[in-house]
């Protein structure tokens, strides 16, 4: 830049900073930190229940909401879910509702290699990550990764490390409960992508919450800040 304005040319910095940050969130964290930027989708009632006690889900929010969250997912380099989405509600995690050059991976979070060889997840090809063997059983074109931690289950972190060694920027996570509050408590959740329809589902002890992370107190509550 010196050289530059030694020879007379007119160089100025930071302009559009923010919408540069904002356009290219994923490759500047992967760059500044070899992890993706991780976006957690959330669709929910007005008192944050994302389903019924039986799991049934489909469809709190709108067309709309759901149209959108197609966006986000065209936008992302991959989509990750974990076994309990995968059992209730068998996702294709494809985008269809908008158009788009290319779809995101699939990936799926499979502690003990349970993803039934017919999910629709795996229908032209998905990565399972578990935390041991890989299913036999499971189509040639599923690549298998075992990540086990020292617990057994799969390392969230050790995940998102090898994301970012395969150049992935951006993974938007549409899982369960008990997934997002495995991420949430690994520190690897950058963003929450929030729907929140018009509706209540009543009783705080009816439905699923967002996140299955343990219980906390008001001084270990995790803070937000509004994009």
């Known amino acids: 830049l010196d050289m530059l304005r030694a020879n007379g040319v007119d160089v100025r910095c930071g302009l559009l900073e923010q ?75 494809t985008v269809r509702a908008v158009a788009t050059p290319r779809q995101p991976q699939r990936i799926v979070v499979d502690r003990h290699g349970e993803t039934p060889p017919g999910a629709k997840v795996l229908r032209g090809g998905a990565l399972v990550v578990t935390a041991g063997e890989r299913n036999p059983a499971w189509p040639a074109d599923v690549e298998h990764l075992a990540l086990p931690d020292a617990a057994g289950r799969v390392d969230l972190v050790a995940l998102m490390r090898e994301l970012a060694r395969r150049e992935l920027n951006e993974i938007h996570v549409e899982a369960g409960n008990r997934l997002n509050g495995a991420l949430l408590a690994a520190g690897v959740v950058d963003e929450l992508l929030v729907y929140l329809a018009p509706s209540l589902l009543g009783d705080p002890a009816f439905g699923i919450a967002a996140f299955d992370d343990g219980h906390r107190t008001l001084d270990r509550r995790v803070r937000l800040d509004f994009g």
């Open 19 to 93: 919408e540069a940050a904002d356009v290219n969130v994923g490759f500047f964290s992967r760059m500044m930190r070899g992890r993706p930027w991780v976006r957690v989708k959330i669709a929910a009632s007005l008192d944050g229940k994302t389903a019924l006690d039986n799991g049934v889900s489909q469809w709190i929010t709108s067309d709309d909401a759901r149209r959108d969250g197609h966006a986000w997912r065209a936008r992302a380099c991959a989509v990750l879910t974990g076994i309990g989405t995968v059992r209730s509600d068998d996702p294709e995690l």
